[in-house]
């Protein structure tokens, strides 16, 4: 079973950037779609980005123009460039495999998560 380390989350200001990353212990090419998801305090978990292995990418219309997911397969790591934030409440991002595109009905264990925080 490949496992999900995700990191690069922390505190920015309203309009800036941060770079997530996802580190698999295993081969990621075989994962048809890997996705990035968030979840804030007292909500549910949401798909953000999703990207097959050859690289096909859908975004939820919430982030759309501003976010970007990458993978890099050789590597094993799955990104995602966040611009223009917004000052919205605390969310942990999570990444994780599916079958397809922005779907919760993921298909490994989940990770710890990075916190992203956007505020002044």
């Known amino acids: 079973q490949v496992q999900v380390v995700e990191s690069g989350g922390g505190l920015v200001q309203p309009g800036g950037s941060l770079r997530l990353s996802c580190a698999a212990s295993?081969?990621?090419?075989?994962?048809?779609?890997m996705n990035w998801y968030r979840q804030a305090p007292g909500k549910e978990r949401e798909s953000v980005a999703s990207i097959t292995n050859v690289g096909n990418t859908i975004y939820a219309d919430s982030v759309k123009g501003r976010f970007t997911i990458s993978r890099d397969n050789a590597t094993n790591t799955v990104y995602l460039q966040m611009n223009s934030l917004k000052p919205e409440a605390p969310a942990v991002y999570y990444c994780n495999g599916s079958r397809s595109l922005l779907t919760t009905a993921t298909i490994l264990d989940w990770g710890q998560g990075t916190q992203v925080t956007v505020s002044s």
């Open positions: 295993g081969n990621i090419f075989s994962i048809y779609v």
